[in-house]
């Protein structure tokens, strides 16, 4: 028997080194006392990024932690149920198997188990959980049972989740317990999740192991190749009518175009023509200044003649002519004559 044990303990740790390379452990959210956490699967791996989601109250904690705060380690008090809400917890006699389980229900793996103590706790969801802890879950372990439960009541896992741990029981004798804790109805729960049995880690106690399920990649791929397939014919539809659409556009476009060259070789004629009008325009404004400076030069002259006319006209006014001096004098020589011939 101990050398099957130790046959089993070689073989879950090849099948978990294996696992890390096609599913490394970045982010681990274990969900657990820290007396579980220190002896319980997480002993196989070595995450980069492990966070404790203890499920023990902080003021009922009777274990000295194991696990010290570090770059690479958190812890977080939060229990856990399968819709968060207020229920009961029990303290059991065995320390490390507390928790929203009645430990009279696990008799079958430890006979002299029962119940200390019994009180009403908080509990959140799994996924407010893995909110409040850690932006992102790659790998998620169980170290307790009713994983199924919880399990199942979240939907949808994150979509970063590629690793699943479980602590189930291997025989049960009790149908209450075989629904609950035991790792046929885990594998119900999760093949409906989209998860497939990787392999079986063993645990403490003979009865109970760690059930291991990894993303069924294929399935997924499977049940999104028709979504994919209709994704793909709309966006060749779209495509196309983008393609005609453009094709359109274009057509306008050239049509603008030519429009447009011809609209600007008419605009070019007439531009010609303006410029042409307007050389003529120059032209003749050129001979009218020119006549017009011709006309005001004649007129500069007809007014200087006539100026001097005037001129001319008042002083021959001012001084008397020989006739009309001589016209005065005719009535004295008369009378001179007269004189004389008397």
Not at 34 to 53: C, E, M, N, W
Not at 82 to 107: C, F, H, N, Q, V
Not at 263 to 277: D, K, P, Y
Request: aromatic fraction near 6%; charge should be negative; proline fraction near 4%.
């Amino acid at each position: 028997m101990q050398n099957f044990e130790m046959t089993d303990l070689r073989r879950s740790a090849a099948e978990m080194d294996a696992l890390s390379v096609l599913f490394p452990p970045l982010h681990v959210a274990v969900i657990g006392n820290d007396a579980l956490v220190r002896t319980g699967f997480i002993s196989h791996i070595s995450p980069s990024d492990l966070r404790l989601i203890d499920s023990e109250p902080a003021d009922q904690s009777s274990l000295p932690n194991t696990h010290e705060e570090s770059s690479n380690f958190s812890r977080h008090r939060l229990i856990i149920s399968d819709s968060g809400g207020t229920r009961t917890y029990y303290k059991a006699s065995l320390a490390r198997e507390s928790g929203l389980i009645e430990p009279e229900m696990l008799s079958l793996l430890w006979q002299n188990i029962s119940t200390v103590e019994k009180f009403e706790v908080d509990t959140v969801s799994l996924e407010a959980a893995l909110l409040r802890t850690g932006s992102k879950t790659d790998w998620l372990v169980f170290e307790h049972f009713g994983a199924a439960k919880i399990l199942e009541k979240t939907d949808p896992l994150p979509s970063d989740l590629d690793v699943i741990v479980a602590r189930t029981i291997e025989r049960a004798n009790s149908a209450d317990i075989a629904k609950t804790f035991n790792d046929v109805s885990l594998q119900r729960a999760m093949k409906k999740k989209g998860y497939l049995l990787y392999s079986k880690a063993p645990a403490r106690h003979p009865q109970t192991s760690y059930s291991v399920f990894v993303r069924d990649w294929r399935a997924l791929y499977k049940s999104e190749i028709p979504q994919l397939t209709k994704h793909s014919e709309e966006l060749k539809q779209s495509l196309s009518e983008c393609e005609q659409k453009s094709e359109e556009s274009i057509e306008s476009l050239k049509n603008e175009l030519v429009t447009a060259e011809k609209n600007c070789a008419l605009a070019q004629e007439r531009q010609v023509i303006a410029e042409s009008n307007l050389s003529d325009l120059e032209v003749k404004y050129k001979k009218m200044a020119e006549e017009k400076l011709r006309h005001e030069k004649q007129l500069q002259e007809v007014q200087h003649h006539l100026s001097a006319a005037i001129h001319q006209l008042e002083d021959e006014g001012d001084t008397p002519s020989s006739d009309a001096v001589g016209e005065k004098k005719s009535p004295q020589s008369q009378k001179s004559a007269a004189r004389k011939d008397t």
